[in-house]
């Protein structure tokens, strides 16, 4: 019987499975605080995302900075392979690329770590190690982990159910041979405090009990569910939408509550229409903001075209937008047919057209913003616009590309916010939690986003699917 | 804890480059005069040393060329964690070869971790400290050591004045014994305040005109001084810091007032203490100030004899006693070829360690002469006694040293001081040649030997090519020393009867003058065979009475001495 807690700062060498929301993060917490030796431990997770999660936990429970270091597996790699090149076999030029050739660094970074002299520079660096979020190691970063465990001791801490991500050119290390094989199981977390603690007791034990059933391939029934659970059944007719709206529009039993709502992964497009319907909903935005990334790049001030250009991307992030409407203004007043008094933003339209630049744009999307029946759902996407536009408004500012990938660094840098009523996909959702999840297409769910999605809502679930018996998808 | 693996040197006043990978221990640096061996310990001191600043001057740039940065590198091995931490210096990392002494750029299994500090210092005197490695120079990426890590690492200097150790001031070793801080601080300030008060009161007795002037001139002006100026002692001037708590013996007479050996061999002492935190300690002129036995005591407290060296010791030395105390492998020669300076272990030439003890004096030499025996050595150090009465450079002067070849073994002591990289000589006798292919092989290297006629010792030689008068008083000398029938029998019986002392004194023929000589060289009577007796001969009688003398004696005499001139 694998025991269901553990001391993190005993473990030689080891793996802790921990289900969502059994305290994972709570057990590294007390590792770290009851840590008093002069060396720091080092804590490895996979995202930015993740390294922001668990630092603002840290800090919030106090735990002395010089007790760990906190770093992505990739940014490590790319440090250590830094300061080895020669070792890495690496050229340090590809480091400092944009879009850095991650399977290539982690490989690299293997190759430093085989040596033997580097294994005692980092025992004299650190304590022992700790990696979260262990189901996400992709194949390489797995081969980071493994030698390192030569030079420290490590304990990896993960849920195979819930490893969604894994694609590109380095797939995810196997959960049994490669993983297990070498990190021994030494607990498996079984107390969903999570649920616990928001006093939704019952909804905890049946998630934890869906785990188990999922995991063995079986699958989930919600017309036999707890109270907390509530199913939506939809029929392929127009009357789905609907109900999918409606569910999303569902209420948090607390003022302060939060609700995220799963669209379908694949469609970007799909959850932006979501949010941009339900009220009060926002788009939870992928790390690249490609949309604002592609409109800076294109954006050719000089055109005649400006304004249009401002606008339809304006309408991307803002429901109540019309580019036309206010082309047709424009032209109707520019040929001195207005009867209407010219508004502030046509004013705004006309200046950026008259003397083309930075400001001239943040002043037109402020005013869009400005009107009667406009709501932003993208406030990321708008945030970073707006202050990569600032970036470049400046003497000698940077080209409008560049601030926005460098805008778009600092969202990455900076991890995602909670939104009150957040729409994204599980890939994005993983890690957020809320009082209530409310699932928008279920059908589309395989075992492992069915999982993530069900461990989201502390106190609730709506779960909407034309199946009540999930996953319908391998 | 820390311990130097190489050193380079650029360029650094004597020295336009030095590559030399020292021993964990003691080294002992020896060699002549000015071969910059003092330049090797302040090369470690200056980069090494936990210092904000440096002053250097012109004359610290080689050949006064200032265009040419003065660059010191110091490469450090057996790195305690805190100087191989990741974070701090992963960029910095380097390997170290200890069986070739080459550096890798970054660390490697069979290599050993180190760090490379490196001082420079451009014409503006300006130095700088920093970590060096290759790709960090790439990247254009510089830091130095955090200042923990500097103390850390920072040597103990043993220099003339040992003074600042016996006070808790800065860089004071009494500060790495303990981590004890002196708690005194307010007492000590309340101390100063009362000092200032109390001198107040005297001094305005003292200088009332001087004060009524200021506060007349001040009112007059204007210028804002209060009722009263008063004479007091400046707060800045009356300040205690920790260098002003000092050591004192139980008599309160402070240590400083020790003499200079005793302060020195206690400072070396507690330094042995702090070992674990600052294992490296420089040592100028490890004599200084002290008799023979306490050199002894201060190697022992330095950990000269341990197996494993407590501490890793850099020192000079002009002292046999010291060089004598030291095992060859403790002992680095510094030689300078061109400029370029090569310092190597004593022990890498092959067993040395005999010759060291028996001549520690001739590691502290520039050229060696090895003679034969006794009287050879006597012969020389006479003549050369008798140079220097009449005003001209004595052998030690010009750097020369004189070592007792040990008869047979002349040869093989030659070639093991020429190993060493010693400029050497050997004076030896023709009678017989000991070891003729270590000869061989001296030669070839490059060592000249002197010796007389052929078949001749030095005896024979003598009795043969001095003037008569002179070859009488040589006679006369043994007479006085072994009496007239001593002597007169071991002629009597060295010439079958044929001839007498009295014979010789009356007319000293030829046939007198080879028996002589034969008589004279007996291995167990022999007339001068002890370096005194020869000396005195020397200096007496064959100095001032050379002159008319063969040319087979004369000429490897006149040889040796331009050969010994040569090399000063």
Redesign the interface.
């Known amino acids: 019987m694998v025991p269901d807690s553990v001391d993190l700062l005993t473990i030689p060498r080891g793996l802790v499975i921990a289900p969502a929301g059994c305290g994972k993060t709570q057990l590294i917490i007390e590792a770290l605080k009851r840590h008093d030796a002069t060396k720091p431990i080092l804590v490895l997770t996979h995202t930015n995302a993740g390294v922001a999660a668990l630092r603002s936990r840290l800090d919030r429970a106090k735990v002395p900075p010089v007790a760990y270091r906190l770093s992505t597996i990739d940014g490590f790699a790319i440090r250590l392979v830094g300061m080895f090149p020669a070792s890495a076999q690496i050229d340090p030029a590809r480091l400092k690329l944009e879009r850095p050739p991650y399977r290539d660094i982690r490989t690299a970074a293997c190759n430093v770590l085989k040596i033997s002299s580097i294994h005692d520079v980092i025992r004299a660096t650190y304590a022992r190690l700790l990696v979260d979020e262990y189901q996400d190691c992709s194949q390489w970063q797995h081969g980071i982990v493994y030698y390192m465990s030569h030079a420290l001791h490590t304990c990896v801490l993960g849920d195979q159910l819930q490893a969604i991500f894994g694609f590109g050119d380095d797939g995810l290390a196997d959960w049994h041979k490669q993983v297990g094989a070498h990190f021994p199981v030494v607990a498996e977390l079984k107390t969903p405090w999570r649920w616990i603690n928001a006093g939704a007791d019952e909804l905890g034990q049946w998630v934890l009990a869906a785990r188990t059933k999922l995991l063995s391939g079986q699958t989930i029934d919600f017309r036999h569910a707890p109270t907390a659970v509530e199913w939506v059944q939809l029929d392929g007719s127009n009357s789905d939408r609907p109900k999918q709206l409606k569910a999303g529009a569902t209420r948090s039993h607390t003022t302060d509550g939060h609700v995220l709502i799963i669209g379908d992964s694949m469609s970007p497009p799909s959850q932006q229409r979501l949010a941009s319907q339900i009220p009060g909903a926002t788009v939870v935005e992928a790390v690249d903001l490609r949309d604002l990334v592609n409109f800076a790049s294109n954006l050719d001030l000089k055109s005649t075209d400006v304004v249009r250009q401002v606008a339809e991307f304006s309408a991307k992030l803002m429901t109540g937008v019309s580019p036309d409407d206010l082309l047709r203004r424009l032209d109707t007043i520019k040929a001195g047919r207005a009867r209407k008094e010219v508004s502030d933003l046509e004013r705004a339209a006309l200046a950026l057209l008259a003397e083309p630049n930075y400001d001239g744009v943040a002043s037109v999307i402020a005013q869009l913003n400005q009107q009667g029946g406009v709501r932003v759902h993208r406030p990321a996407v708008l945030r970073a616009c707006i202050r990569a536009l600032n970036e470049c408004a400046k003497a000698d500012g940077p080209e409008f590309a560049d601030a926005a990938i460098r805008a778009r660094e600092q969202y990455r840098m900076a991890g995602r916010s909670l939104p009150r009523r957040g729409v994204g996909s599980t890939l994005l959702l993983k890690g957020l939690e809320a009082q209530v999840c409310v699932v928008v297409e279920g059908d589309k769910l395989n075992a492992k986003n069915l999982y993530v999605a069900l461990t989201r809502g502390s106190n609730k679930l709506v779960v909407c699917s034309k199946n009540p018996v999930l996953p319908v998808v391998a | 804890m820390a311990v130097v693996r190489k050193i380079e040197i650029r360029h650094f006043r004597g020295i336009a480059s030095l590559d030399w990978c020292p021993s964990e221990g003691m080294n002992c640096l020896v060699g002549p005069g000015d071969s910059s061996k003092t330049t090797i310990l302040d090369a470690i001191d200056y980069c090494l040393a936990a210092r904000r600043n440096l002053s250097l001057s012109d004359a610290d740039f080689h050949d006064l060329d200032v265009k040419t940065p003065v660059e010191i590198s110091i490469t450090l091995g057996r790195?305690?964690?805190?100087l191989?931490?990741?974070?701090a210096y992963?960029?910095y990392?380097r390997?170290f070869d200890p069986k070739t002494g080459s550096i890798d750029?970054?660390?490697?299994?069979g290599?050993?971790?180190v760090l490379t500090v490196k001082l420079t210092v451009e014409a503006d005197h300006e130095p700088s400290w920093s970590l060096y490695s290759e790709?960090a120079a790439q990247?254009d990426q510089a830091r130095g050591l955090a200042w923990a890590d500097r103390s850390a690492v920072s040597p103990t200097r043993l220099g003339a004045y040992a003074d600042h150790n016996l006070s808790w001031g800065r860089a004071s070793i009494l500060n790495k014994i303990s981590d004890e801080t002196i708690t005194a601080t307010a007492e000590l300030a309340e101390l100063a305040r009362n000092a200032r008060d109390a001198f107040g009161q005297q001094a305005e007795a003292g200088l009332p005109t001087a004060l009524s002037i200021v506060q007349d001139t001040a009112g007059k002006l204007g210028v804002p001084v209060g009722d009263a100026v008063k004479a007091m002692l400046d707060s800045q001037s009356v300040s205690f810091s920790g260098g002003t708590i000092s050591l004192h013996d139980s008599d309160k007479i402070p240590l400083k007032n020790l003499g200079l050996g005793s302060k020195r061999l206690l400072v070396a002492g507690l330094q042995r203490a702090a070992a674990g935190t600052t294992p490296i300690v420089l040592v100028d002129e490890i004599e200084h100030g002290l008799e023979p036995h306490r050199i002894i005591r201060l190697l022992d407290a330095l950990g000269a004899k341990e197996a494993k060296p407590p501490l890793q010791v850099f020192m000079t030395t002009h002292s046999p006693v010291a060089v004598r105390e030291l095992m060859a492998a403790q002992i680095h020669l510094v030689r300078s070829r061109n400029t370029v300076h090569v310092v190597h272990r004593a022990s890498d030439v092959g067993d040395v360690q005999g010759t060291i003890r028996l001549f520690p004096e001739a590691l502290l030499a520039r050229s060696v002469i090895v003679c034969e025996g006794a009287t050879e050595h006597g012969l020389l150090r006479g003549l050369d006694q008798y140079r220097v009465a009449n005003g001209k450079v004595s052998l030690t002067a010009r750097n020369a040293a004189i070592v007792d070849g040990g008869g047979d073994n002349v040869f093989k002591r030659a070639r093991a001081i020429q190993l060493l990289g010693y400029r050497t000589a050997v004076l030896h006798d023709s009678d017989k040649i000991p070891t003729p292919d270590i000869k061989a092989e001296f030669e070839t290297s490059g060592g000249p030997t002197f010796s007389w006629s052929a078949g001749c010792a030095l005896e024979e030689e003598l009795f043969l090519s001095l003037p008569e008068k002179t070859a009488q008083q040589l006679l006369n000398y043994a007479v006085e020393r072994r009496g007239e029938k001593a002597i007169d029998d071991q002629i009597r019986s060295a010439s079958n009867g044929k001839i007498t002392l009295a014979g010789c004194r009356a007319d000293l023929t030829q046939e007198m003058r080879t028996l002589l000589g034969k008589a004279s060289k007996a291995k167990t009577s022999g007339w001068y065979k002890t370096i005194s007796d020869m000396e005195v001969v020397a200096r007496d009688i064959i100095g001032p009475g050379a002159n008319g003398s063969a040319a087979s004696l004369t000429g490897p005499i006149n040889a040796l001495t331009k050969w010994i001139a040569d090399g000063a």
């Open positions: 790195l305690g964690d805190s191989k931490n990741l974070e992963g960029l990392l390997g750029d970054e660390p490697d299994t290599l050993e971790t790709r990247q």
